[in-house]
């Protein structure tokens, strides 16, 4: 058992404090919020005119069709808390099962174009063959399947019951979803705020950031500023979403009854440790950045290809040592570097729990996001064919619902991935003796520690 534990914080109502470190958070996202509101009211009264214009000659449109607009924004709203709650019900339900049709899927896709491309005569197969290179995603995806199915069936077989679990999570604490909402609305808006501090504050910041003027040390410096504040502002807020999450997950899974506020007072108790990994984080999406620009300016295509090569590779090392950082963080009251220590550890010791998350499980929650791109293309073809009962405007608003499902699928997917490794987190923790009390159903326990067993034997 580690010395502190999430759980009797939650229990005694006493959270660790950092008034320090919030204080000097706030400076720095106050400072951006105000630089970033500026330089859009600086936009808005250099181009004050082509706004109001483009607004004038939207408005008749949008008031000739409000009550359309306002009852699709209604029906978008219903299909998206339906399709999520539909999402976890179905991860509850079906758990393995997704996988399975998952893999099938990922399996059909990666085959598709080399299968079409000799059946239809275009390519024969000595001259696909020859072309090797093209078979390689599918090769590589029929291989992770035999393998995660054969070798690795009993792991993935405990890896669905974990979905389950994480449907029955989804369902019971819906506070989960509300972190990851809100941080795809910050990260818009944060991207908005960025774009005007780089054309208005910034001397030719966005021609820098397009690569149409060169960096040079005078124009250099404040545009790392305006770079680096953006990034961590950005990858901090990603950061107190995710333990807030993962804080809810981790006390409902000790068998108490969490609030959101629950998970943000635990997270604000990490507070410290969560600035310094977001610092971390930012240094080495500097480095990414820097060898990717190194990379893409080298005369050789040999450079390139070993530039972003490098550059793929640090971000996966770093994503991987990283994988219970936040949980661990969060769980057991750590420093930043204790937890990416603790991570490196859990990752070394169930390295193959983390690939079958990160390829099976994966796949499987892809199931859930077609499920919300047909249910969104339905949705849009039966309120254009209500509206108007023509077949291209039905066609129409069909594209259009899908366009929109990409919100509500990000946000559900976002969370089950958090609660899952969360999930996982604790059950690894679980059967490493560390507590012995959890809200795991007795008939998934019993599924989850009988698979957990018979792969034991097979190592």
């Known amino acids: 058992m580690t010395q502190t534990d999430l759980y009797e914080y939650h229990e005694k109502q006493e959270y660790p404090s950092h008034k320090g470190a919030i204080a000097g958070l706030l400076v720095v996202f106050g400072a951006f919020v105000v630089v970033g509101v500026y330089s859009l009211m600086e936009l808005w009264s250099m181009y004050e005119s082509d706004i109001t214009s483009l607004i004038n000659m939207v408005s008749p449109l949008l008031a000739d069709n409000l009550w359309m607009v306002g009852a699709a924004l209604g029906v978008l709203l219903v299909l998206s808390i339906i399709?999520?709650?539909?999402?976890?019900?179905?991860?509850?339900?079906?758990?393995g099962t997704l996988i399975y049709i998952g893999a099938i899927i990922m399996n059909a896709l990666t085959w598709a174009v080399p299968l079409l491309l000799v059946?239809?005569?275009?390519?024969?197969?000595?001259?696909?063959?020859?072309?090797?290179?093209?078979?390689?995603?599918?090769?590589?995806?029929?291989?992770?399947?035999?393998?995660?199915?054969?070798?690795?069936?009993?792991?993935?077989?405990?890896?669905?019951?974990?979905?389950?679990?994480?449907?029955?999570?989804?369902?019971?604490e819906k506070g989960t979803f509300v972190p990851p909402f809100l941080?795809?609305?910050?990260?818009?808006?944060?991207?908005?705020?960025?774009?005007?501090?780089?054309?208005?504050?910034?001397?030719?910041?966005?021609?820098?950031?397009?690569?149409?003027?060169?960096?040079?040390?005078?124009?250099?410096?404040?545009?790392?500023?305006?770079?680096?504040?953006?990034?961590?502002?950005?990858?901090?807020?990603?950061?107190?979403?995710?333990?807030?999450?993962?804080?809810?997950?981790?006390?409902?899974?000790?068998?108490?009854?969490?609030?959101l506020g629950d998970g943000v007072k635990a997270s604000l108790g990490v507070i410290g440790a969560l600035i310094v990994l977001s610092i971390m984080s930012v240094i080495v999406t500097l480095v990414r950045l820097i060898i990717r620009a190194v990379a893409r300016r080298s005369p050789s295509a040999i450079g390139r290809g070993v530039g972003y090569a490098a550059e793929g590779a640090i971000g996966w090392v770093w994503a991987l040592v990283n994988y219970f950082t936040i949980p661990?963080?969060?769980?057991?009251?750590?420093?930043a570097t204790k937890g990416i220590k603790r991570s490196a550890g859990l990752v070394r010791r169930n390295?193959?729990?983390?690939?079958?998350?990160?390829?099976?499980?994966?796949?499987?929650?892809?199931?859930?996001?077609?499920?919300?791109?047909?249910?969104?293309?339905?949705?849009?073809?039966?309120?254009?064919?209500?509206?108007?009962?023509?077949?291209?405007?039905?066609?129409?608003?069909?594209?259009v619902f899908i366009a929109f499902a990409a919100i509500p699928s990000t946000i559900?997917?976002?969370?089950?991935?958090?609660?899952?490794?969360?999930?996982?987190?604790?059950?690894?923790?679980?059967?490493?003796?560390?507590?012995?009390?959890?809200?795991?159903?007795?008939?998934?326990?019993?599924?989850?520690?009988?698979?957990?067993?018979?792969a034991q034997h097979q190592e």
Request: no cysteine.
């Open 83 to 95: 399709l999520a709650l539909g999402a976890s019900v179905a991860a509850k339900r079906l758990g």
């Open 119 to 172: 059946l239809t005569g275009t390519v024969s197969p000595a001259a696909l063959i020859a072309s090797w290179p093209i078979l390689i995603p599918g090769i590589f995806t029929l291989f992770i399947t035999l393998l995660l199915f054969t070798v690795f069936k009993d792991r993935v077989r405990r890896a669905g019951e974990i979905i389950k679990l994480t449907g029955q999570v989804t369902l019971d």
């Open 183 to 259: 941080t795809m609305i910050f990260t818009l808006v944060s991207a908005l705020f960025f774009a005007g501090i780089m054309l208005v504050v910034i001397p030719d910041g966005m021609n820098i950031l397009l690569g149409n003027v060169e960096l040079t040390l005078e124009n250099g410096w404040p545009f790392a500023i305006g770079v680096v504040v953006y990034l961590f502002v950005t990858i901090f807020f990603y950061n107190f979403a995710y333990s807030t999450t993962s804080a809810i997950t981790y006390i409902y899974m000790r068998g108490r009854d969490p609030t």
């Open 328 to 335: 661990a963080m969060v769980a057991e009251d750590l420093s």
């Open 351 to 399: 390295f193959v729990d983390v690939i079958i998350k990160e390829t099976a499980v994966r796949w499987g929650f892809g199931v859930l996001a077609f499920m919300f791109f047909i249910g969104f293309a339905l949705g849009g073809a039966l309120f254009g064919w209500f509206y108007t009962q023509d077949i291209s405007i039905v066609i129409v608003f069909a594209f």
């Open 412 to 454: 559900v997917l976002r969370t089950f991935d958090i609660v899952y490794v969360t999930l996982l987190y604790v059950f690894i923790r679980r059967k490493e003796g560390d507590y012995a009390k959890t809200a795991i159903p007795s008939s998934m326990g019993r599924e989850l520690e009988s698979a957990y067993n018979r």
